[in-house]
């Protein structure tokens, strides 16, 4: 089984400027979260898609967005960037709990490490 | 507010031993989930162990238990015979409530260094 795919892996930017990210799943799983990772900060949680609707979202400004496809594929995109938003950021995808009646463990990709110049 | 708080920054254990790795939470819900994660420099997190608040039993997986001390809200990772491949940075995170969905509240990480 095919585990939680992201591309790029690696993506340099200009300040200003803006990115994609897209993350597939693993089949089966119509949870997708997001979460940046910087050294200052730590992990944080962007926001979590389920059946196309965003669910959750964390404490970031509305230059970060994403959307989630009818086959459970999601983008993220931040707009303007700025040199704060170089991080790793990770993908993560889980079943739906409802279904297995309990807190289920998220599975990540390796990341896009993004670099803003 | 619920929070994750790992008190090790780094540890050292010698190869072949155990090691424990410390984590506390804070959460006023009744209903909540624990997890252990490892981060090898590649960046990607892998799953390893998951503790539900109602689980009587402490959890195990492998080479891994989780030291689960509810009335003190910790849970603790322990790692027995360590190997040098568990060099990596470890976090405990947390899920909690109804209705939640997929956000996991992370602690600052733990990093492990096992010697040969």
């Known amino acids: 089984k095919a585990g939680v795919t992201q591309t790029p892996r690696y993506l340099i930017k200009t300040r200003g400027q803006q990115v994609t990210l897209s993350c597939s799943p693993i089949?089966?799983?119509?949870?997708v979260s997001w979460y940046q990772q910087t050294p200052g900060q730590g992990l944080q949680f962007l926001f979590e898609y389920f059946s196309e609707t965003q669910r959750n979202k964390g404490n970031f400004p509305g230059r970060f967005s994403g959307r989630q496809f009818s086959n459970s594929r999601s983008e993220m995109n931040v707009s303007t960037l700025e040199l704060g938003d170089s991080a790793l950021y990770l993908c993560?995808?889980?079943?739906?709990?409802?279904?297995?009646?309990?807190?289920?463990?998220?599975?990540f990709g390796q990341g896009t490490r993004l670099t803003v110049v | 507010a619920q929070k994750i708080t790992q008190t090790q920054p780094g540890m050292f254990v010698q190869e072949k031993e155990a090691v424990t790795l410390d984590c506390t939470y804070d959460t006023s819900d009744q209903s909540y989930g624990l997890f252990w994660y490892k981060q090898p420099s590649s960046g990607e997190m892998i799953f390893l162990i998951y503790q539900g608040s109602y689980d009587e039993q402490n959890a195990t997986e492998g080479r891994y238990s989780l030291n689960f001390q509810k009335a003190r809200k910790s849970a603790n990772l322990v790692i027995s015979a360590s190997q040098l491949g568990d060099s990596a940075m470890y976090f405990c995170?947390?899920?909690?409530?109804?209705?939640?969905?997929?956000?996991?509240?992370f602690g600052q990480g733990t990093e492990l260094s096992v010697k040969p």
């Open positions: 995170a947390m899920r909690e409530g109804d209705n939640q969905g997929g956000k996991l509240i």
């Open positions: 089949s089966g799983h119509r949870s």
């Open positions: 993560a995808s889980s079943l739906d709990e409802a279904l297995a009646g309990r807190y289920t463990e998220a599975f």
